[in-house]
């Protein structure tokens, strides 16, 4: 089993809980909660990697708590502490969660804390004051993982999106040589769904962290702006990809390409190293530079597939060869396209 060295970006989390924790603690042991465990353990459930996750763990807990515990105290009323009660509680907590869309993500919290009410509240006093003392406790612990999260080490979703939209481009570029050697037949197979999914895997993590982003309360910055549209050019240039892949994989591809091979190779070879040399300006914060090489490369492509029209070989082929070879040519044209706006724009942002 491979151990994975833990990132800069873990160990100042993992001090950042542990502090949350411990200061919750002494505060709790200040105020004499009697069960101010609620408020440590909370910290715990809420303080995330980012600002925006943090937020939002900490709204979905309040929610949650607030909804499970107006219904626990509504079912322990009217029918006590038992099954019926348990049952009616739990559910209509997670229906109502269900029903409202921003309460999609609380509705375990909400479950869980009908059941603390209706099991444990008549067994200290008054059932209603037991259900706002699980509130603060609980409210006490969202409101001081929100203050580390803000104060100590913040770290902004949109800041780690940037991250996410280098190794989005350096997983694009793996990917996209992968491609270029499975039009041989000796294609390995296995390189090439390793490459796919390690790239559905950084684009679901930077899908996660936009939606994260977006939670955050100050919004998005100018910069922030411009790492999203980042973001968007690399989710375009995956697509063309996999639809690439999708037309790699034909006999007769190889006999068409042949007849524009090295426009086509050339196009294909100036996208990868594009695509590795914008990646390491976005990381490092440098300008792009030029990326005339991958514009000539376009334009010297478009004039060989001119002349492979002119040539009339293209009746040679079947009609499927032709469209996936077009196909084929046509995703690969707009992943330089997309990557020679992307430098555009990654000139603003590296400006600022």
Same mark, same amino acid.
């Given at each position: 089993m491979k151990l994975l060295k833990p990132s800069s970006q873990h160990i100042r989390h993992a001090l950042k809980t542990a502090l949350a924790a411990v200061t919750t603690y002494a505060l709790v042991s200040l105020l004499n909660?009697?069960?101010?465990?609620?408020?440590? &353990? #909370?910290?715990?459930?809420?303080?995330?990697?980012?600002?925006?996750?943090?937020?939002?763990?900490?709204?979905?807990?309040?929610?949650?708590? *607030?909804?499970g515990a107006a219904l626990g105290c509504a079912c322990l009323?009217?029918?006590? #502490?038992?099954?019926?009660?348990?049952?009616?509680?739990?559910?209509? #907590?997670?229906?109502?969660?269900?029903?409202?869309?921003?309460?999609?993500? #609380?509705?375990?919290?909400?479950?869980?804390?009908?059941?603390?009410? &209706?099991?444990?509240g008549n067994q200290h006093g008054s059932f209603l004051a037991?259900?706002?003392?699980?509130?603060?406790?609980?409210?006490?612990g969202v409101a001081i993982a929100l203050g580390v999260s803000l104060f100590v080490w913040p770290s902004r979703a949109g800041g780690l999106l940037k991250k996410g939209v280098v190794k989005a481009l350096n997983d694009e570029a793996a990917f996209y040589a992968v491609l270029l050697s499975c039009r041989a037949p000796s294609c390995d197979e296995g390189e090439e769904e390793y490459a796919r999914r390690e790239l559905a895997a950084t684009r679901q993590r930077n899908r996660a962290?936009?939606?994260? *982003?977006?939670?955050?309360?100050?919004g998005f910055s100018r910069q922030e702006h411009v790492t999203v549209s980042l973001y968007n050019f690399t989710e375009r240039i995956a697509e063309h990809l996999l639809a690439m892949e999708h037309a790699v994989h034909h006999e007769e591809l190889e006999g068409l390409h042949s007849e524009v091979a090295a426009e086509m190779d050339l196009l294909a070879q100036t996208t990868v190293?594009?695509?590795?040399?914008?990646?390491?300006?976005?990381?490092?914060?440098h300008a792009p530079g030029s990326l005339e090489g991958v514009r000539r490369a376009v334009a010297s492509a478009e004039d060989a597939l001119g002349m492979l029209r002119?040539?009339?070989?293209l009746p040679g082929y079947s009609l499927e060869s032709i469209m996936r070879f077009y196909s084929y040519y046509y995703n690969m044209r707009e992943v330089a396209v997309e990557?020679?706006?992307?430098?555009?724009?990654?000139?603003?942002?590296?400006?600022?």
């Amino acid at each position: 089993m491979k151990l994975l060295k833990p990132s800069s970006q873990h160990i100042r989390h993992a001090l950042k809980t542990a502090l949350a924790a411990v200061t919750t603690y002494a505060l709790v042991s200040l105020l004499n909660l009697e069960q101010g465990y609620w408020a440590v &353990i #909370s910290v715990i459930i809420v303080m995330q990697n980012n600002l925006g996750g943090s937020y939002q763990a900490g709204v979905n807990r309040i929610a949650g708590t *607030a909804v499970g515990a107006a219904l626990g105290c509504a079912c322990l009323a009217a029918l006590g #502490s038992g099954a019926v009660a348990l049952g009616l509680g739990v559910g209509l #907590s997670i229906l109502v969660c269900a029903y409202f869309v921003h309460l999609h993500e #609380s509705f375990r919290m909400a479950g869980i804390t009908a059941t603390i009410i &209706i099991l444990l509240g008549n067994q200290h006093g008054s059932f209603l004051a037991f259900s706002v003392e699980r509130f603060l406790e609980i409210g006490l612990g969202v409101a001081i993982a929100l203050g580390v999260s803000l104060f100590v080490w913040p770290s902004r979703a949109g800041g780690l999106l940037k991250k996410g939209v280098v190794k989005a481009l350096n997983d694009e570029a793996a990917f996209y040589a992968v491609l270029l050697s499975c039009r041989a037949p000796s294609c390995d197979e296995g390189e090439e769904e390793y490459a796919r999914r390690e790239l559905a895997a950084t684009r679901q993590r930077n899908r996660a962290l936009l939606e994260e *982003a977006k939670r955050e309360p100050a919004g998005f910055s100018r910069q922030e702006h411009v790492t999203v549209s980042l973001y968007n050019f690399t989710e375009r240039i995956a697509e063309h990809l996999l639809a690439m892949e999708h037309a790699v994989h034909h006999e007769e591809l190889e006999g068409l390409h042949s007849e524009v091979a090295a426009e086509m190779d050339l196009l294909a070879q100036t996208t990868v190293t594009a695509m590795t040399h914008l990646a390491l300006a976005v990381s490092q914060g440098h300008a792009p530079g030029s990326l005339e090489g991958v514009r000539r490369a376009v334009a010297s492509a478009e004039d060989a597939l001119g002349m492979l029209r002119t040539r009339r070989v293209l009746p040679g082929y079947s009609l499927e060869s032709i469209m996936r070879f077009y196909s084929y040519y046509y995703n690969m044209r707009e992943v330089a396209v997309e990557l020679l706006d992307m430098a555009e724009r990654a000139a603003i942002l590296n400006a600022e």
